[in-house]
């Protein structure tokens, strides 16, 4: 069996390359997470991804689809030789239908490019998540997606109409699930089911997503306070006054002297940082500022600035403290290296906790940092309660460490009636710790029906194996 010929043979050579420096390009995620691969590959229709999977079904090859491997668990790195499966030559958009009010199209589009092209209509698509850039519409799908905002749109699941998928079988059959229409009752959901089962189940290979009218206008307040205590009762008292802001982003007070310090920001305080932005209307901007605004300095907050606009906020910087959260981290852990040819390592992690909890946890892992003598950063979506605390380790010896703190972390999640996976998946990463959270919850169980929808699908378990389950 000469498997490069005979890909080439079903895609045109310009489709598959065994190039070892691509394969070792496309084998990489955006973390840690490195495999081998046999061939790269990149299908330009759902038809070319049912001979592909016809391909591997029928000579046991692995398949691992990608989308622009953005990912942080080895969610989409393969883990044994097989295909790489690129959808970056399938991005077309298919249709779009403003009144109706959802867009279809391939997976291999980025969400950043499907905005831009739905800002003519007026439109957009709401999940955004950090590297929205890069982040492509199939890989959101597969890891079930979120983003900055979240607290008022949610995740990937609750915007995906329908799907053509492609599953590993001997046909490498195609299904159509989902539709058009908002409201379908037809059996089993098995959209939802695809979404955020990480390339495991089935090949997404088209998606029909709901889009929302760009806002009329946005208001953006971002505020500092001495007490964290204080920063979550105005985060609960701006909840409890009618006002929905799909944006509330908290970054903890030694994580912004860390990014002040070492990246800077157009905007300058002291404390704990919270961001709140609201779409609303014209009328409504100065009763919604003058709101937010009473709230924030009723629970104490120290500093407060307001923008009027998107274009306003950036502007003045009010973003910059949140986006300079990852590039700060990374430029503090290099000015602490001892030696400029050591290196460092981040254990980010990705948990939930009902929003009431979010005082404990965050002294809880100030603990721990104490306890370790290691620096957590912390930043999260506070509207929701998703928090991404990170431990920087220097070491080699030390990380050992890192991973327990990861552990440790995640634990702390599960004891406040949390999760320890929020929007970024469990890939390989997780898959030890996804035993201990259903055990926990005394659900073993469920590990059991995950692993028989597997079967399903999957019977000869060549699709993305060794993740999740």
């Known amino acids: 069996m000469d498997v490069i010929r005979d890909l ?26 490195e495999g081998s691969a046999l061939v790269v590959v990149f299908p330009r229709s759902t038809e070319d991804v049912s001979k592909i999977v016809r391909y591997a079904y ?23 030789d097989g295909i790489i499966l690129s959808f970056e030559r399938m991005k077309r958009i298919k249709e779009v239908d403003v009144v109706s009010s959802y867009i279809t199209v391939e997976p291999g589009i980025t969400i950043w490019e499907m905005n831009l092209f739905l800002a003519k209509y007026g439109y957009m698509f709401p999940v955004d998540p950090a590297s929205v850039k890069a982040a492509t519409v199939g890989g959101a799908l597969s ?43 037809t059996g089993y959901d098995l959209v939802r089911l695809i979404v955020g089962s990480e390339g495991t189940l089935a090949i997404i290979t088209e998606a029909t ?41 908290l970054i903890d007070s030694a994580t912004v002297r860390m990014i002040l310090e070492n990246i800077g920001s157009r905007i300058r305080g002291e404390g704990h940082y919270l961001m709140v932005s609201v779409d609303t209307t014209s009328e409504s901007i100065e009763r919604i500022l003058n709101t937010l605004e ?73 603990e721990l940092e104490a306890k370790y003598g290691i620096p957590i950063t912390l930043g999260g979506h506070v509207g929701d309660g998703n928090l ?44 030890e710790k996804l035993k201990h959270y259903f055990e926990e919850r005394e659900s073993e169980k469920a590990l059991e029906i995950m692993r028989a929808i597997k079967k399903v699908f999957d019977p000869k378990g060549i699709l993305n194996p060794g993740k999740v389950i």
Request: glycine share 8%.
């Open 8 to 33: 080439e043979a079903l895609l045109g050579p310009e489709n598959v390359s065994d190039d070892e420096l691509v394969i070792k390009l496309y084998s990489k995620d955006a973390w840690k997470f």
């Open 58 to 80: 029928k000579n046991n090859l692995k398949v691992y689809p990608q989308g622009s491997a953005s990912e942080l668990v080895g969610s989409s790195t393969p883990s044994k």
């Open 143 to 185: 890891t079930g997606a979120g983003g900055l905002m979240g607290a008022k749109y949610g995740t990937m699941k609750d915007w995906v109409l329908g799907m053509t998928v492609v599953l590993p079988d001997e046909n490498g059959t195609v299904l159509h699930i989902g539709g058009k229409t908002t409201k379908d009752r």
């Open 209 to 249: 997503l709901k889009i929302v009218p760009i806002p009329e206008a946005l208001v953006t307040v971002v505020a500092f306070f001495a007490s964290l205590e204080d920063l979550m009762n105005a985060v609960i008292e701006i909840k409890k006054n009618r006002i929905s802001p799909f944006m509330m982003e």
């Open 294 to 366: 009473g709230i924030l300095r009723k629970n104490n907050a120290s500093q407060i600035f307001k923008a009027r606009s998107q274009a306003e906020a950036e502007e003045m910087g009010l973003l910059d403290i949140r986006r300079n959260l990852y590039p700060g981290m990374v430029l503090y852990a290099t000015s602490k290296l001892k030696d400029p040819t050591s290196s460092f390592y981040l254990y980010g992690e990705d948990i939930s906790v009902p929003p009431s909890k979010l005082v404990e946890a965050v002294k809880r892992f100030r």
């Open 388 to 431: 991404h605390p990170a431990a920087i380790v220097y070491e080699e010896e030390k990380k050992e460490i890192g991973e327990r703190i990861s552990a440790e972390i995640m634990d702390i999640a599960i004891s406040l009636g949390g999760t320890i996976s929020s929007e970024h998946g469990i890939g390989t990463l997780k898959k």
